[in-house]
C-alpha cells in the first residue's frame, strides 16, 4: 500500500489558492463586495447648504415644526460635522413624530 497521494503534495496549488484567498479577503474587507463603493455615486442634494437656507428651514422648522425639517436640519449639519446639533435635531423629529401618532 505505497500511496503517493499524501507524499508529495502539488505546493503550486496551495501558493496559487492562498493567493487567490488573500484577494478575496482583501476585496471583502475593503468593501467591493458589500456594495459600499457604489453608494457614492447617487449622493442627493450634493451641493453645499448656505447659511442663509440653514436659517430659512430652522425658521420654517419653528414656525411649523414637522419631522421632514428637523431630519432636513439634521442632515446638514451632519454634512458640516457638527454631529451634536446633528443629534439634536434627529431627536426633536423623534419627539415631533411621537405628538403626531
Sequence with gaps: ???????RPNLKFFIISGIMMLFVQHFASSGLFSGRAATGLFVLNA????????????????????????????????????YKRALQYLRRAEKVGSIDE
Excluded at 50 to 72: G, M, Q
Design 47 to 82: 451641493r453645499a447648504v448656505t447659511d442663509t437656507e440653514l436659517d430659512a428651514w430652522l425658521r420654517e422648522a419653528r414656525e411649523n415644526p414637522s419631522v421632514a425639517a428637523y431630519v432636513r436640519i439634521s442632515h446638514v449639519y451632519e454634512r458640516r460635522g457638527d
Design 1 to 7: 500500500m505505497k500511496s503517493t497521494v499524501l507524499a
